[in-house]
């Protein structure tokens, strides 16, 4: 029985993602054959609860051009923005969406229809530059569903708090502004039982996310944050909302038990568990990750799958007695959330580090997100300060292969392994 | 240096004293070394003074409530200092003014007792993060709306203020009543129309103010208490207006990109060799609301409500009601401009991006532009300066 379930359950998420994704793709395509206009949204916050309800296509422009840079084109998406007139010192994802939009939304995997409305949060200030981008190129609505996140590191506030009711009674008047606008793109009524039965799915695929990532801390650990944690994230954001996203992440949270019970890890022979904190070297995305299995290092969590994920790892549960009001306040703290793993991530980390036995902290700032790099050298000195653990910080970037330097990262990753050794030697030594 | 001295309006202490008295030539002269000095005496006068001070970061602060509270509110614009203890802190591919910003902090240049910074772009947004996890005191996100057009902003936008009318409280140890918000709204009321009222004198006369001096008389402002800033202007602008230099055969530009990172006072000088700066982008949060925030009422509503409602543009704000390359047209419009120096500061990403809207904007309209980028820390000017120059003889011989 146990056999049976290995070769059936075992590796399902991918299999499943990967085919997902294909239909996700596939759906696009047909869009975009049709003339079918879609929502263009973001990760974090991409309020896909809502836009199912109006049927329409979800286009994640950040995912898109990620999937030039693992699909080895980027350089040629990147090139044709610059020659557009984009600096070579702006986001690589704005610059490769740029070029598709100027291909008439031509990707490696298929075809993107135009928008009919782009909705985004200021999670990332550069989603209101990107989507200004659209507004000019198509003269379609762009709404920016405003989500403040916390003002400082710890002050964060919660329901009842007034600062918490005066920051969620903005972001439920915007969604209640919203959905007139979307009523007119769409020629859709609203209607709240869908929105419920989506949120419902949203619930579902929350509550799996949270799981899936709390049982990694199991020894060895049963996934790779970095490999296979960016394709459950693909579904994670893709099919917020679908009843095929929240099946998928029910399977998922099955299949990670089942892994869990049986002491099945991931293929590597784990030596050390790693924290991976930024946004992968998307440009050499396997070899990337070989770099540190290879040494038998394996990536038990990431910020990445907080942030990216919108918040989703918080597990929020919508109330669907008063969906619009939870839809507020679910977003805000969702998102808060996420913008939080960016920020003000050192006591996540830190607690990370404790729940999930983590030998190492791996920092990966790139020259294209700000938003995630900016402080991440000062937070790597304070965690530093706060916890004995070694840490390795190195720069690249996500999309532009021109800064990625595979011999100088290799020599890092070799060295810090050194290290990692080293230290468990003494480690072993010291022991009575 | 300090200063003290109870005036009829209410502020115990001045802290910039060198103009008092002095005729025109030798008041800019001491506003340009004010202006440049990495020390900021202003500030460290202030503190010596037993003042407090909120330190803000580009572009915009509502300052009132600081001063409401009887402290100094100091614009924090970087400075041509070497980062030195700051640049750790950083990765590699930031613009300069946040590195610089910080070292002043880290360097003891200047002290604070609160910081705050704004989600005007991701880099300035993790400041205060990094600040907080450097120093003890309050360091914040005001979360400024960046959906200017629900009709709900300005009520959140009040809410916000009031939280950090709070802090500012607690820092300052005193309440900040309506009485002592709606004061502070007259004093810069104030500033705001005597800044206008210089701007007018760039726009209608520019031969009688160079574009390096313009900047100076703003750029004091974000370091002295208002009222005095107020005191510089009431005695400066006449004098302005009295001079007696002859207008030239110049260009008249628009300088656009000095929302946030400020170029070196060289550079605009090297420009204002060449052409007359009409209208700019510079320190825009100084000059952000165009009219007088309305003082019945609540305060803080009316000072939210004016920031959404009778404001400028930046690449930093999205308001559709103010797409940027119409509002940059309608300015060159505005100040007779014959051209627009278009500029952003390396590496900032909403200015970089904001370039290519700008220069199809005018290319659609035939006006003519200069791209160029800076950085507050630059020193070679020569290159740039021939490029001007060329472009400026292109459009008076044409």
Redesign the interface.
């Known amino acids: 029985m146990a056999d049976q379930a290995v070769d059936t359950i075992v590796g399902r998420g991918n299999k499943d993602g990967a085919d997902l994704f294909r239909q996700w793709f596939g759906e696009l395509t047909e869009a975009a054959g049709e003339d079918r206009r879609a929502a263009y949204v973001f990760v974090m916050g991409s309020f896909c609860e809502l836009l199912q309800v109006f049927d329409l296509p979800i286009v994640f422009p950040e995912i898109n051009s990620l999937q030039t840079a693992v699909r080895r084109v980027a350089h040629e998406y990147l090139n044709e923005a610059e020659d ?4 070579p ?3 690589g994802y ?1 610059k490769a969406d740029v070029a598709t939009q100027l291909r008439g939304g031509e990707l490696p995997m298929g075809r993107i229809p135009k928008p009919a409305i782009a909705v985004y949060t ?1 999670a ?3 989603y ?2 990107w989507a ?2 659209w ?2 190129m198509y003269g379609v609505p ?5 989500v ?6 710890g ?1 964060q506030t919660w329901p009842g708090d ?2 918490f009711e ?2 969620r ?2 972001v439920a ?2 969604i209640k ?1 919203l959905i007139p606008v979307l009523e007119k793109v769409t020629g859709i009524g609203f209607d709240i039982d869908k929105l419920r039965e989506t949120m419902t799915h949203a619930n579902s695929m929350n509550r799996s996310w949270k799981r899936v990532l709390e049982l990694n801390q199991s020894q060895p650990s049963l996934f790779n944050a970095l490999s296979d944690g960016t394709i459950y994230l693909g579904v994670a954001n893709g099919f917020r909302g679908t009843a095929a996203g929240a099946a998928y992440f029910e399977d998922l949270v099955e299949e990670m038990e089942f892994k869990a019970a049986q002491g099945i890890g991931t293929l590597t022979e784990e030596l050390y568990r790693l924290i991976f904190v930024g946004v992968p070297c998307y440009p050499i995305f396997r070899r990337f990750t070989e770099l540190f299995t290879e040494l038998g290092g394996t990536f038990v969590n990431s910020t990445y799958l907080w942030f990216a994920s919108g918040g989703s790892n918080f597990g929020f549960q919508y109330d669907l007695d008063d969906p619009i009001e939870s839809l507020a306040e679910g977003v805000l703290i969702s998102v808060r959330d996420a913008m939080d793993s960016m ?2 991530q ?1 006591q996540i980390l830190s607690d990370m580090i404790d729940d999930f036995g983590a030998d190492g902290v791996v920092y990966h ?1 790139i ?1 294209s ?3 995630v ?7 790597r ?2 965690l530093m300060a706060q916890r004995d653990i070694p840490s390795l910080f190195m ?1 690249s970037d996500m999309m532009d292969k021109r800064v990625v330097s595979e011999a100088q990262l290799k020599n890092r990753v070799d060295a810090f392994f050194e290290g990692l050794a080293t230290r468990r030697q003494r480690a072993a030594i010291q022991q009575p | 240096m300090t200063i003290k001295a109870t005036m009829d309006d209410g502020i115990a202490t001045r802290v910039f004293p060198e103009w008092r008295g002095q005729p025109l030539d030798e008041i800019l002269y001491h506003c340009r070394e004010l202006a440049e000095d990495e020390d900021f005496p202003t500030v460290r006068r202030w503190r010596e003074a037993g003042g407090k001070v909120v330190g803000h970061f580009q572009v915009y602060f509502p300052e009132e409530i600081a001063h409401a509270a009887g402290m100094l509110p100091f614009k924090l614009r970087g400075a041509s200092v070497e980062a030195t203890q700051a640049d750790s802190r950083f990765g590699s591919y930031l613009c300069s003014i946040l590195k610089t910003s910080l070292e002043l902090a880290l360097s003891g240049r200047v002290e604070l007792e609160m910081f705050v910074t704004h989600p005007i772009c991701d880099a300035a947004r993790n400041l205060a993060a990094v600040w907080g996890r450097n120093f003890p005191y309050p360091c914040q996100i005001l979360y400024l709306p960046q959906n200017a057009n629900s009709p709900h902003a300005a009520e959140y936008l009040r809410g916000e203020y009031d939280r950090v009318r709070r802090v500012i409280e607690e820092i300052a140890g005193r309440q900040v009543t309506e009485t002592d918000l709606q004061r502070s709204l007259g004093v810069f009321n104030e500033n705001r129309a005597l800044l206008r009222e210089l701007y007018a004198i760039k726009r209608e006369t520019p031969w009688l103010i160079s574009a390096e001096d313009a900047y100076v008389l703003v750029a004091v402002g974000g370091m002295i208490p208002r009222e005095e800033h107020n005191e510089l202007l009431r005695t400066v602008l006449p004098l302005i207006r009295e001079r007696s230099a002859k207008r030239q055969d110049r260009i008249r530009v628009v300088f656009e990109g000095g929302f946030c990172e400020q170029p070196p006072l060289d550079l605009i000088r090297a420009i204002g060799r060449s052409c007359y700066v009409v209208d700019d982008d510079l320190l825009i949060g100084l000059r952000w609301i165009l009219e007088d925030v309305p003082l019945d009422g609540d305060p803080l509503l009316a000072l939210a409500t004016a920031y959404l409602e009778s404001s400028s543009y930046s690449p930093v704000q999205h308001d559709l009601r103010k797409p940027k390359e119409a509002m940059l047209l309608k300015r060159i419009a505005a100040s007779g401009a014959k051209a627009a120096i278009v500029t952003a500061a390396k590496m900032c990403e909403p200015g970089l991006e904001e370039q290519v809207a700008y220069t199809r904007a005018l290319d659609e309209e035939n006006v003519p532009y200069f791209v160029s980028e800076f950085e507050e820390n630059m020193t070679s000017f020569d290159h740039l300066e021939i490029q001007l120059e060329t472009f400026i003889e292109n459009l008076l011989f044409e």
């Open positions: 557009y007139g984009y600096s010192d702006i986001c704005v200021n990332c200030n550069t209101i530059k200004e981008i507004e000019r762009t709404f920016v569903l405003d403040p996140g916390s003002r400082a590191a002050m007034p600062d005066n920051d009674r903005y008047a915007q502004e920020f003000f050192t700032p020259k997100c700000r938003t790099s900016t402080g991440l050298a000062d937070n000195r304070a720069e």
